[in-house]
């Protein structure tokens, strides 16, 4: 850091959002934003070049997912502390992106003083989640804990249950018996107490199943 300034790196497809950030820190004696880019790719080949201290990250990006770019960001910048700011307040964006390495999530309707708060947390080695993030967050974990643990393979056959697909031809994309799948599918249905292919489904839907694998 040059003369205890943190350097802040903003990425997000809209102008508009890097140049409120922008305003909102330029007075800060202790931050400057050292540059920004509108999609991952201008990130990475930055950050190639440039040391910083914090990416401000959306999540919603032209070309790769802020969740993807957050992982691929970790990899090769082991000191850097990632800050997703996003409109998305849902639990499972919250999980993903903390899950592949970032120390901080904040809703654009953060005000200057969380998101200063944030920056300086996350420097001191602390993650900092907005309080709706946070809420969101721990009902996101509460629901996974809760979730009766499901194979790979069983994933595999609710995917294609839910496409539409019938036991015989779940069978022959699989390369299974018949007897086989429909193994699984009393597996699941006795997992997630269900008794037919349309509570399955919609139990599979509203638990978020195929999101979260």
């Keep these: 850091m040059h003369n205890n300034l943190f350097q802040i790196y903003i990425v997000d497809d809209h102008q508009i959002v890097i140049e409120g950030i922008k305003s909102l820190l330029e007075n800060e004696a202790k931050i400057t934003v ?10 990475l080949d930055f950050l190639k070049r440039n040391k910083v201290d914090v990416v401000l990250m959306d999540i919603n990006l032209p070309d790769v997912s802020g969740i993807e770019l957050c992982e691929k960001v970790l990899k090769n910048n082991k000191s850097l502390k990632i800050i997703a700011i996003s409109s ?7 999980r993903k992106m903390m899950e592949k390495g970032a120390h901080g999530y904040l809703l654009k309707n953060a005000n200057k003083y969380e998101i200063i708060k944030a920056i300086e947390i996350v420097m001191q080695g602390g993650n900092y989640l907005t309080p709706e993030a946070e809420k969101a967050f721990k009902f996101e974990l509460n629901l996974q804990n809760s979730l009766p643990k499901i194979t790979k393979r069983e994933i595999e056959v609710l995917r294609l249950i ?12 699989l390369f299974v018996s018949t007897d086989t799948i429909d193994s699984h599918r009393k597996n699941l249905y006795s997992k997630l107490n269900v008794n037919n292919t349309a509570t399955l489904i919609s139990c599979a839907l ?8």
Excluded: D, P
């Design 34 to 43: 050292v540059g920004f880019a509108t999609n991952g790719q201008k990130c």
């Design 88 to 94: 998305f307040s849902q639990g499972t964006y919250i």
């Design 162 to 173: 839910v496409e539409g697909y019938t036991n015989n031809q779940i069978s022959e994309k």
């Design 206 to 213: 509203e638990k978020k199943l195929l999101e979260s694998n």
